[in-house]
């Protein structure tokens, strides 16, 4: 099969993915082989291949938004039959057994695995995936609708539940990437009015069209005082700016994995009971009920296809000018 390999991290301008030919991989006990019908890119894809987070192992296949169709089962897998379309998230295994996987909080988990950092992922023909962790798919989206979901929706989604907003309210988003599109349609649908602040003109231009009331650039400050906002953006300049965008008793949620020093603030800015949290990876629950709710919204994500071969382009794009919406790799 063919597969992109990183072999040492390196800026991504400098192309450090090599596409190879490599054996199919063969599942061991529990897990099931997918053949890959799409791998949507993530920029935690970036931090990978870039060494803003260690590496795991090498050489590696990146990527961990992966819809596919079983083909083959692992001894012991019966969760799925061959033909089953299925997704692969970020989250590929927990220990069951720690302090934080016994309270519900396998997200915190002290041996957690993950999909293209702790073993190869969907930049390849093929993936193998433990069957505890993969998630079928609902109805209603194609396979290229459906891959950002899985990483990009569900850490959205988290992040959305951790601003302990239900129903209602203001809510202010930071940069408007791929997570963000998907995000607004869920707070649109309970009622929330979204404040959308983006360097880029045309990511303004997709949020209106997606419900923001207001939009401006990553410099201003809502017209009014917001109850919460996500910081998708992997800028720890702005951590300060939402702060002084919430209201009192806001709460601001860091959303991406990886983020740029936060420069020192005035204690004012977090004054007031204003809370200022992270959001760290995903449960399985968190992604059962993001699918579900999805599906019922319905989440419409815009994507761009490309093949296999263009993998490593498109990252290169990613980290520059970016996509209106995601990137979705189809081999």
Same mark, same amino acid.
């Given at each position: ?138 109805? +209603?989206?194609? /396979? !290229?609708?459906?891959?950002?979901? $899985?990483? @990009?929706? =569900? *850490?959205?989604?988290? %992040?959305?539940? #951790? ?52 939009? +401006?650039?990553? /410099? !201003?400050?809502?017209?009014?005082? $917001?109850? @919460?906002? =996500? *910081?998708?953006?992997? %800028?720890?300049? #702005? ?52 699918? +579900? ?17 263009? %993998? ?20």
């Amino acid at each position: 099969m063919k597969a992109w390999q990183l072999d040492h991290q390196a800026p991504v301008e400098t192309r450090p993915l090599v596409l190879r030919d490599v054996p199919v991989p063969e599942p061991d006990p529990g897990e099931v082989r997918i053949r890959v019908r799409a791998n949507a890119l993530c920029r935690t894809d970036l931090h990978v291949v870039e060494g803003d987070l260690a590496p795991h192992r090498l050489p590696l296949t990146p990527g961990h938004q992966i819809v596919g169709v079983v083909e083959t089962l692992g001894e012991g897998a019966t969760r799925f039959h061959p033909g089953d379309r299925v997704g692969v998230p970020w989250l590929r295994g927990t220990c069951g057994a720690c302090r934080f996987c016994r309270s519900g909080r396998e997200n915190l988990c002290e041996r957690a695995l993950f999909t293209g950092w702790d073993a190869d992922g969907g930049y390849a023909e093929y993936a193998i995936a433990p069957e505890a962790f993969v998630y079928r798919l609902p109805e +209603g989206f194609d /396979d !290229e609708q459906a891959a950002p979901l $899985l990483c @990009a929706g =569900i *850490i959205g989604y988290r %992040a959305l539940r #951790l601003t302990e907003l239900e129903h209602g309210g203001r809510l202010g988003f930071y940069g408007f990437g791929s997570s963000a599109h998907v995000t607004i349609q869920v707070a649109r649908t309970r009622g929330m009015e979204v404040a959308v602040l983006a360097r880029s003109a045309k990511d303004r231009a997709v949020a209106e069209e997606l419900g923001a009331v207001w939009t +401006g650039g990553t /410099d !201003e400050r809502p017209p009014w005082p $917001l109850d @919460a906002a =996500i *910081i998708f953006a992997p %800028a720890g300049e #702005l951590v300060a700016a939402g702060l002084a965008a919430v209201d009192k008793g806001g709460t601001v949620v860091c959303a991406g994995i990886h983020m740029s020093a936060i420069p020192a603030f005035d204690y004012e800015l977090l004054y007031d009971e204003r809370v200022l949290r992270s959001v760290a990876n995903n449960t399985r629950a968190d992604g059962e009920a993001f699918l +579900g709710e999805a599906a019922d919204i319905p989440v419409r994500t815009r994507v761009t296809a490309l093949g296999l071969d263009e %993998a490593q382009e498109a990252l290169v794009r990613l980290k520059g000018q970016g996509f209106d919406g995601s990137a979705v790799i189809v081999p």
